[in-house]
């Protein structure tokens, strides 16, 4: 399904290599959506602060404010954002505390380019109906 124009995507991944490759990777599958990074948590906090975007990919281990603090802040602070926890971080209680700080879904880095896309589009698509 192809979303509409002007929708903007937060990656908020430290390891710069491979959030440059999802970015380019969602580009060629959503080429309208607006992909913008954040390579901390700190950093991610600004950005979603600043700009408020429609969907973030949301990694655990991130430097100074792991995932699940900036996931809880973006959405104590009432913000929109559909949030995707993506993670090397194994195991049901990673899952359970994503959940918990207000994840809309938890993917493992294994599995994300079988599930990543289809999340992605229904989680816009949901939105762009609420």
């Known amino acids: 399904m192809e979303l509409d124009g002007g929708k903007k995507l937060l990656i908020v991944e430290d390891h710069v290599m491979l959030s440059d490759s999802i970015k ?7 080429p309208l959506l607006v992909i913008n990074q954040a390579h901390d948590g ?20 991130l430097p100074g404010m792991n995932g699940i603090d900036l996931t809880n802040k973006i959405v104590s602070n009432g913000f ?3 949030i995707i926890v993506l993670t090397n ?4 209680v990673y899952e359970e505390r994503a959940y918990a700080a207000g994840a ?15 999340v992605i589009t229904k989680l816009l698509t949901c939105h762009l109906q609420s």
């Open 24 to 30: 380019s990777w969602l580009e060629e599958l959503f």
């Open 42 to 61: 700190k950093e991610g906090w600004d950005f979603a602060g600043s700009e408020n975007p429609d969907l973030a990919i949301i990694d655990i281990g």
């Open 80 to 82: 929109k954002t559909q």
């Open 89 to 92: 971080f194994d195991g049901k």
């Open 104 to 118: 809309h879904a938890f993917i493992s880095k294994q599995n994300m380019y079988n599930q990543l896309p289809s």
